[in-house]
């Protein structure tokens, strides 16, 4: 089961990136930061607790352009 965002969003300020085994999320750069699950073919339950540390990790790796590194580590 995936978890969504509980009100519906505008698509301005967001970036959308990929990361390799987890799927395509969208994550909002102004608070408060939420990834939301664009594709559910590797998808996995996430804690509540976990939803916006994992938002911060996303938004961090794709404006500090890190995810052609991360693809290497892989």
């Known amino acids: 089961m995936t978890r969504f965002v509980r009100k519906p969003v505008e698509m301005k300020n967001w970036n959308a990136l990929t990361v390799l085994c987890a799927g395509n ?12 699950l664009l594709d559910f ?3 996995k339950k996430l804690a509540t607790t976990m939803e916006q540390p994992l938002a911060k990790t996303f938004l961090a790796t794709a404006e500090t352009k890190m995810l052609p590194f991360y693809r290497q580590q892989t």
Do not use: D, W
């Open 41 to 43: 073919e590797l998808s």
């Open 25 to 36: 999320f969208l994550v909002s750069k102004e608070p408060p930061h939420c990834p939301i």
